[in-house]
């Protein structure tokens, strides 16, 4: 959007300023990896969201946690009241087909229906050893195997008349006489296309049939029989066929849904930082994320438990592992991102239950291996090394880069940081120039540092991890927080973060009206805070190396966190007011830090940076009245200057629903700014972020 208006054409009735910004002054270098991304899995944010296969339970391998405990969120965010709806639910209260320990319980034919005929869940004879697959068994006339797609429970699919759809399975019809048809039915159950399912070959053989809506809609898939005998299917796959990546033999496994990968890339971030989270950790008992089973062909990789699912009824929530490490990697590759895995350091979710391995354990021993085979699998020579064969198997025979390493996710305490340090070594030895990342837990309001820094802040070799969930109020007064870190030894890693909780009200902060103190989740105001926090993030970035989001993806309505950069339903992907104050942070930001001389007017943010001629400044207002600023600029040249504004009310939210149309409410809008004599006049509107980039012929300044 563009508003021919300028700033300085505004009525500059309140307040005003005047900053002098010396872009030839020896200034610290930003970070080029300041801005990223973290990916978890959760509110579908894979399985169900950025996995382009449609078909929930897609193997029959569906493992589901049983319900037991509180899910995972600061005490602050769970209301009053609210504990008795994570209450147990008793185990044989479960529709479950069998019961394994720890938690976990498999229902292998869950979100599949069968209407006629028989239905049951088979290991006989599996195409892969041990893996399930689904037998469905007919007499005479005709069964229909349904699956809504996710999260289940209603029509989840999306068709769209403009994008045929491939469907793919394993089939073994040889004990069959009769056929077999694919069809995508609406939300009515009216057939909007269909396909005949071909029997070629004896044995198990791969199928496939293209399909085209011919009509956008949500829906369903169905798999019809007419005839008598049995039908084994497997590794059920529905996907547009514009996927991400489609064509590129690299894509050989796992694929992506392309809107919201796009979306991601419109962030222009710098790193990933993948799989977790708390789904590193898991809760006990083999639940942690082991990326070894993340990788190879899709038919061999078996699926696990979600914890997320603890706040899910029936625990409905199982990771396929669809997006394992190579699809991690490869979506790194495709966007120019660093990838920053995040492995198990031995440790479970500590704020789940406390539970370590013992250090001198042979289960932790493995631990260790299962590291250093990480760095072995993604870097190594595919002609000496196992783990490097599969990578290249995959279709990536060349390394992949491989700079950093996560050990562990919001572990602290003596245990976790005797692990750290047992990995540390190791990874020393054997990769010398990785840099390794170590955490302390998450950072509560009233502390003033991670933990982690007393031990390692001294150490250029490491990166102290620090996680905040806080409140709007809370950011607005931390925007110099990293002023007094220390400089020369271990930089920092802002490995999760927003403004997301009870909206109290501080002693710097917009006026908030009451009604907002329960905070409804990406409201304009949080946008705001985290957009005043990222100038005192973006003055720091000599110390604070990285940052990102979290979480990063919501399917809408059916989400475990309430606060997310990016909501999708089947259909649509909508940017939140947050998500556009991450892109225009990381869209406009120089190579080196900018000093500003002058006093900013009570209640504005500010950070400039430079880099190939061109300053960008942004001004942060949480006012209630505008703000007139005159800016003069070493160097500047006279002429046009881009500028972004994003503004609404405090209360304003972009909004999707399952079904329906995006209806939003904040978006980003272009304006245009006149440099005249190397100065140039704004006026920030209330409770307003402005960004501006003005040409300079400064050169880059010497450090």
């Known amino acids: 959007m563009t508003d021919t208006t300028t700033p300085s054409e505004t009525d500059p009735s309140h307040g005003s300023a005047r900053l002098l910004l010396r872009t030839g002054q020896p200034t610290t270098p930003i970070s080029p990896t300041l801005y990223g991304l973290f990916l978890e899995d959760i509110n579908f944010g894979c399985d169900g969201g950025l996995s382009a296969n449609l078909v929930n339970n897609y193997s029959f391998e569906g493992v589901y946690l049983t319900n037991g405990t509180l899910p995972y969120a600061p005490l602050e965010l769970i209301p009053d009241g609210a504990r008795e709806r994570f209450a147990a639910m008793a185990p044989e209260d479960l529709p479950l087909e069998a019961t394994t320990p720890a938690g976990r319980h498999r229902d292998q034919l869950r979100h599949w229906r069968l209407e006629g005929g028989r239905l049951e869940s088979s290991r006989l004879g599996a195409a892969t050893p041990g893996a399930s697959f689904a037998r469905l068994q007919l007499d005479g006339g005709q069964a229909t195997l349904e699956n809504h797609g996710y999260p289940g429970g209603r029509p989840g699919m999306a068709f769209d008349t403009e994008r045929p759809m491939l469907l793919s399975l394993l089939l073994r019809t040889d004990a069959f006489d009769g056929t077999l048809e694919a069809r995508l039915v609406d939300t009515a159950g009216t057939v909007v296309a269909s396909g005949a399912l071909h029997q070629d070959a004896p044995g198990w053989h791969q199928c496939q049939v293209q399909l085209t809506p011919a009509t956008t809609t949500l829906g369903s898939l169905q798999l019809v029989l007419t005839g008598s005998g049995t039908v084994d299917v497997d590794e059920v796959r529905l996907v547009h066929e514009d996927h991400w990546g489609a064509g590129d033999p690299r894509w050989s496994q796992g694929l992506l849904r392309r809107d919201l990968v796009e979306a991601l890339g419109a962030l222009k971030p710098s790193f990933l930082r993948f799989p977790g989270g708390c789904i590193v950790e898991g809760c006990g008992d083999g639940s942690h994320f082991d990326w070894k089973k993340t990788v190879g062909p899709l038919v061999t990789r078996r699926a696990e438990y979600n914890l997320w699912g603890q706040a899910r009824e029936d625990g409905d929530y199982s990771q396929s592992n669809q997006i394992g490490f190579y699809e991690y990697f490869l979506l790194c590759e495709d966007l120019g991102l660093a990838p920053i895995p995040v492995v198990w350091a031995g440790d479970s979710c500590q704020t789940r239950q406390d539970e370590h391995l013992p250090l001198e354990s042979a289960e932790f021993a493995a631990v260790i291996q299962d590291a250093l085979d990480l760095i072995e699998w993604a870097t190594g020579d595919a002609t000496t090394n196992h783990w490097a064969a599969l990578r290249a198997a995959a279709g990536h025979p060349e390394p992949f880069p491989l700079d950093h390493l996560g050990i562990g996710n919001e572990n602290f305490g003596p245990e976790y940081l005797a692990h750290f340090q047992r990995i540390k070594d190791a990874v020393d030895r054997a990769h010398p120039g990785l840099t390794v990342i170590v955490n302390g837990g998450v950072i509560r309001p009233d502390e003033t540092a991670d933990p982690a820094w007393e031990i390692y802040g001294e150490d250029e070799k490491v990166l102290v991890d620090e996680h905040f969930y806080n409140s709007p109020a809370w950011l607005f007064n931390a925007t110099d927080r990293y002023d007094s870190y220390p400089r020369g030894g271990a930089r920092l890693f802002l490995g999760e973060y927003a403004a997301y909780l009870g909206y109290d009200l501080g002693d710097r902060h917009p006026a908030v009206p009451e009604d907002m103190l329960a905070p409804e989740p990406n409201t304009w105001l949080s946008a705001l805070a985290e957009a005043a926090f990222l100038t005192g993030v973006e003055r720091n970035a ?43 942070f990381a869209t406009r930001v120089g190579e080196h830090v900018v000093p500003l001389d002058g006093e900013l007017p009570d209640g504005v943010f500010a950070s400039a940076t430079l880099g190939d001629g061109v300053l960008h400044l942004k001004l942060v207002s949480i006012g209630a009245t505008p703000v007139t600023i005159a800016l003069e600029v070493d160097g500047a040249q006279d002429g046009a200057a881009a500028g ?19 209806r939003m409410e904040v978006e980003p809008r272009t304006v245009e700014l006149q440099v005249r004599n190397g100065s140039v006049d704004v006026v920030l509107e209330p409770t307003s972020v402005l960004a501006v980039s003005i040409a300079t012929a400064a050169p880059a300044p010497a450090v």
């Open 542 to 584: 000599d110390v604070v190396a990285f940052s990102c989001y979290a979480p990063l993806l919501n399917l809408v309505e059916n989400g475990q966190w309430p606060h997310c950069l990016i909501d999708f339903s089947p259909s649509h992907v909508v940017q939140t007011a947050n998500y556009f104050v991450q892109q225009l």
């Open 644 to 662: 972004t504004v994003i503004g609404g009310r405090l209360d304003a939210v972009n909004r999707l629903s399952f079904d329906g149309e995006p």
